[in-house]
């Protein structure tokens, strides 16, 4: 087969999984709704997240942040739909920090699993960095407030 014949059946093969994830993730919406309306505790949902981590076969801290830092692109990608404009044109003030905050959050979940990985270049490292101190940037901008400085590691919890 070619590998434009690869690459077909590559972007079809991903149209079929993210038609499947649509409708799984409408069911979950679904299901989690009735089951805190039937009294599902805040741990019985915590248990749910728990549950689906361990079925998109995370299986360690940088597993998780790397689905994560997936869903978070997602996420952003998704907001792109949405029609952003305001009233008579202009930009509509309560979704633009929605989109900058989701913009932001992919940035600072993918630029935490890449300086993570033992795996990840140097110049990947030093990219996810800026990254996401621009994000940081960013909102900080929104918010008005001073920017923190970027963590090499995640704090020992033993200190």
């Known amino acids: ?13 991903a149209r079929r999984a993210f038609r499947a994830l649509g409708s799984a993730e409408h069911q979950a919406m679904g299901a989690e709704t009735a089951a805190r309306a039937a009294g599902a505790s805040e741990g019985d949902i915590e248990s749910f997240t728990a549950e689906t ?3 998109a076969d995370c299986q360690e801290y940088l597993d998780a942040l790397r689905l994560l830092s997936w869903r978070a692109q997602e996420l952003s990608r998704a ?6 404009g305001g009233p008579r044109g202009t ?7 929605i ?5 932001a959050l992919a940035d600072l ?13 140097n110049s990947a490292r030093d990219d996810a960095a800026g990254s996401w101190r621009d994000a940081i940037k960013q909102l900080s901008r929104l918010t008005g407030n001073e920017p923190i400085e970027l963590a090499a590691s995640p704090k020992n919890k033993s200190q």
């Open 1 to 13: 087969m070619s590998a434009s014949g690869n690459g077909s059946d590559a972007v079809a093969h």
């Open 53 to 55: 981590l361990g079925e």
């Open 79 to 84: 907001l792109e739909f949405i029609n952003l």
């Open 91 to 97: 930009e509509d003030a309560m979704m633009y920090p």
């Open 99 to 103: 989109v900058v905050t989701a913009a």
């Open 109 to 121: 979940v993918t630029a935490s699993f890449v300086i993570r990985d033992t795996n990840s270049e």
